[in-house]
């Protein structure tokens, strides 16, 4: 199955600073890769997704670029603020373009970012 | 308006005494996800619904059960919770489409917060 890498664990940068968190997945066969924006005690935000047939997208101060060639794919957040500390999660999935259960998220442990005033 | 609603936020249950988790969703989604995440982890995916098809996990515990009885609803049985199913526990939804739509987000409620007395 898929196992996504994500570092760092923890990230501190100050408030104005870009921070950047990379994730590597196993299975070449993956094709959406969403990232997720946890502030403590709630659920899952996305925040950011990007599929397969493109190689950067962006929103405003967030970005994410993937490698396809290197299965890698990284979260670029520029001008950070102090309500950017979270936790993030980058995870990878196959499109259900044959109908079953393959478009399940497998997740990456997460990175607790903390955005220092 | 909040678009996946978990009931409770909090829950407190003695353990090996039955406990039930609840979601409803708004978004009218097709398929419903159930996840348990503990502390410092990721998201760790039990099963989901696909409309009335269940998909359980294959390291997903006897003791999990769920129940979808329509669309909006959907709710985790823990039979005889242990020490180890204290988590925070996420309902997600997705609408899935086959074939070149390809993958639609997930969205998350924020969780219901399971401790074991």
């Known amino acids: 199955g898929e196992n996504v890498e994500q570092h760092p664990s923890t990230l501190s940068v100050q408030e104005g600073d870009s921070a950047v968190i990379k994730c590597t997945y196993s299975?070449?066969?993956?094709?959406?890769f969403p990232w997720y924006k946890q502030e403590l005690g709630k659920g899952s935000q996305l925040i950011i997704d990007?599929?397969?047939?493109?190689g950067e997208k962006k929103d405003q101060r967030i970005a994410v670029t993937l490698n396809k060639t290197a299965k890698h794919f990284s979260l670029h957040i520029t001008e950070t603020q102090p309500e950017d500390s979270a936790v993030y999660f980058c995870?990878?999935?196959?499109?259900?373009?044959?109908?079953?259960?393959?478009?399940?998220?497998?997740f990456g442990k997460g990175t607790l970012l903390t955005v220092n005033p | 308006d909040a678009m996946v609603i978990q009931n409770p936020r909090y829950q407190v249950t003695q353990f090996g005494k039955p406990v039930t988790l609840s979601c409803s969703q708004t978004l009218n989604h097709n398929v419903m996800y159930w996840y348990q995440q503990k502390s410092s982890q990721a998201p760790k995916l039990l099963f989901h619904?696909?409309?009335?098809?269940?998909?359980n996990e294959a390291d997903t515990p006897d003791n999990f059960q769920s129940r979808r009885p329509n669309t909006s609803f959907c709710f985790l049985d823990i039979r005889s919770p242990g020490l180890g199913d204290a988590a925070m526990y996420l309902c997600?939804?997705?609408?899935?489409?086959?074939?070149?739509?390809?993958?639609?987000?997930?969205?998350f409620g924020d969780g219901t917060r399971l401790s074991i007395l």
């Open positions: 997600a939804t997705s609408k899935l489409k086959i074939g070149r739509a390809g993958n639609q987000p997930q969205h």
């Open positions: 299975d070449s066969a993956s094709n959406y």
């Open positions: 990007i599929r397969s047939n493109v």
């Open positions: 619904y696909y409309d009335k098809d269940f998909n």
């Open positions: 995870a990878a999935s196959l499109a259900p373009y044959s109908g079953g259960s393959n478009y399940k998220l497998t």
